[in-house]
Structure formats: C-alpha cells, structure tokens
C-alpha cells in the first residue's frame, strides 16, 4: 500500500533533526519583524470592519423595485462572497489577538478577540487555549489538538465508504459544511479523549481549572450575541438574518476549514509520535500556500504559515517578510507547495486518507 507522497510523485518532507535552533531561526529574521504596534493593528480591524458594514448597507438596495428583477439574483450572491471572505479577515485578526499577537496589551488582545470572535460564533477564550495546545504539540498523533489523522481501522470503522471516490465527496462536503462546528461541539478531529469533549463546557478535558474562568465568559459572550441576533430576527425577519449574516458566516466557516486543512494536510508531510516527535520538527510540518489576492484579504495567513507556527507571537503585518528570511534559513526544511489551492484541498482529500498505527513516524496513505 503505497505512501500518498510515491503516488502524486512528491518528495517526503526530511524527518531528520534540524540542524539549526529556534534561536538560529529567530536570529535570521530582522528584529522589528516581532514589534507589535496596537494602532497598526486596530488599523486592519477599522478597514475590516468598515469594509464589512459598507457591505451590509448595500444590501439594502438589492431588492430595490428599481433594478431589474434579476439583479437580486446576482447581487446577493456576489455578497456572501465578498462579505464571507471579508469576515474570514475579521477572523483571522481575532486568531491574532488569541496569540497576544496583536498587541502587547494581553487585556487590548483578549478584549479585541472576544468582540471579533463571539461576531463570528467563537468561543473566544476556548479556542485561544485550545488552538494554543495544538501550537505547542503540532503533528503529534497522541497529543496534538485538532487535525489528528485517522489510522486504517479508524477509518474503516467511523467512515464506511471512506475511500471511494463518493465517500470523498460526502467527506468533503461534510468537512466544509459541518468540520468547524463539529471541532467546537464534539471536537471532531481533534485529539482523542475518553469522554465527551467540547469548547463550551469549562469541565471539558481540553481545559483545566484555572481556565474555567475563560469558558465561561466566552459562553456569555455567545449568548449575549445569540439573543441579539434573535432580535434582529424578530424586528427584520428569519429570511433577512439568513441572507445577510447566516450566509455569510457559514462561508467564514468553509474558509476557516479550507485554509486549516491545507495549512496542516499535505501527502509529503509527516506524523510524529514518542521520541520521533520534537516541537521544532513538528512546527516545520506546515505548508504555505498561495491564494493569490485572498492573501491580502485573509492577512497571510495561508502563505506565510510557517512562520506563523515558529512565531504566533509575530503580528501577521511582518510575516511576509519573515519569511522571505525564514526561506534561506530553513533551506529544505521550508515547504511551500504551488499547486492550486483548489486542486490542492481536492488532492488532500483523495490521498490524505489515513496513516498507519505503526513506527513513529506516519505518512498518509490511501487505497
């Protein structure tokens, strides 16, 4: 049963011990890249948030009696689009206050990110710590916190059909439509734990006693957020809240699976377990890739994520710079992988399918 990265002709990622330190890295990239300047960074939410609401006041129009009556079928589309990959922005800046990434105010950070995160249905505290443990155990089959790949008898006995050509397309679809929320209420595809695990309930595994704090504001927060928008219902209408929010966010959510899974999903790229696993070998097991003007709208977040994983500290106005350091530095230990994103997540889909529970270090496989 050949290996995903033989059959798509890809070189494996090198598995070896790094010849350079954390220190060395760092060392390679200029010092003001890890400046965090809380103006610059309220800078990316007013244009964000403005560009955002400019959106929404346009759909007033878009219904107008005046236009033709098949303009609504093309505005409203345009729309979702727009406003989806905008909020994937607003997203992303949330992320970097979760990484006190933001500013080097941790209250301006926490503040910030719970305002941006609960807009968008984040548990803001929940997912800061437990994005914050799959940071610290990238590529750890036993301890990493989410995108924890399947073995062979997983798969086999969780995802009948799986493997055929229509279980990739169900999968897919279940993946874009349902990942983020099934990761936020059953913690699919995260680390495997022996009781329920979810990012609302403080009790929950993921968190410990000193965090219960954190969780529970974070549920507030949504409550508060979700009786708010129920008003908004009750004074426009269901259909209203569908069109210019529900849409909307649930391309935020299709784009937030998107852009995670090809971040940490490639045929060449290994799992680590036991004394195989370093945390340097770990963070190295990431992939940039480009999305051409999306870049610009999603921050960087997808073609500069290496750096991201070796620094979540570096506000994302310096990664691309960072980077283009980090590129000499890490020689063949840097992977960017050019195929289109698209094809790419297809390609992740088809040949990603499962390691096998043997060794320490686990490649993809497929049938």
């Not at 890809?10 to 890295?25: E, G, I, Q």
């Not at 890890?34 to 244009?47: D, M, Q």
């Not at 790949?149 to 993946?175: C, F, H, Q, Y």
């Amino acid at each position: 049963m050949p290996a995903s990265f033989e059959t798509l002709g890809k070189k494996p990622r090198p598995t070896d011990d790094p010849p350079f330190t954390l220190k060395d890295l760092k060392g390679a990239i200029p010092s003001h890249c890890f400046e965090r300047s809380t103006l610059k960074s309220f800078s990316y939410v007013a244009w964000d948030v403005s560009l955002a609401w400019l959106m929404y006041l346009c759909t007033g129009y878009f219904d107008h009696p005046y236009l033709p009556t098949w303009a609504g079928y093309v505005l409203w589309p345009l729309y979702w689009i727009c406003q989806g990959c905008v909020c994937t922005g607003i997203w992303v800046l949330a992320h970097e206050c979760g990484h006190y990434a933001f500013s080097d105010s941790k209250t301006v950070n926490d503040i910030t990110g719970l305002a941006l995160h609960t807009a968008l249905l984040v548990p803001y505290h929940s997912w800061r710590i437990s994005h914050a443990k799959h940071h610290r155990s990238t590529n750890d089959m036993d301890h990493d916190e989410v995108f924890v790949p399947s073995t062979k008898a997983e798969l086999d006995a969780e995802r009948v059909g799986a493997l055929s050509l229509v279980g990739t397309i169900v999968n897919l679809l279940k993946l874009t439509l349902l990942g983020w929320p099934g990761y936020l209420l059953l913690h699919v595809s995260g680390r495997k734990y022996h009781t329920h695990t979810d990012h609302f309930n403080p009790n929950s595994p993921i968190f410990s006693e000193k965090e219960y704090k954190d969780v529970v504001i974070s549920d507030l927060a949504l409550l508060v957020w979700i009786g708010f928008l129920g008003y908004m219902s009750y004074l426009h209408s269901v259909t209203w809240l569908v069109k210019v929010y529900v849409i909307p966010y649930l391309i935020v959510n299709f784009w937030l699976v998107f852009i995670t899974d090809l971040q940490h999903s490639d045929a060449a790229v290994p799992h680590y377990r036991g004394k195989e696993w370093k945390w340097l070998k770990g963070a190295l097991c990431t992939i940039d890739r480009d999305y051409g003007v999306l870049n610009h709208v999603f921050h960087h977040i997808g073609d500069t994520h290496i750096a991201h994983h070796l620094f979540s500290y570096m506000p994302h106005y310096h990664a691309v710079e960072a980077t283009k350091h980090l590129k000499k530095a890490l020689g063949e230990y840097y992977y960017k992988d050019d195929t289109s994103i698209f094809k790419a997540f297809w390609l992740t889909q088809m040949y990603c399918r499962y390691v096998d529970n043997v060794g320490d270090i686990l490649w993809y496989k497929h049938d």
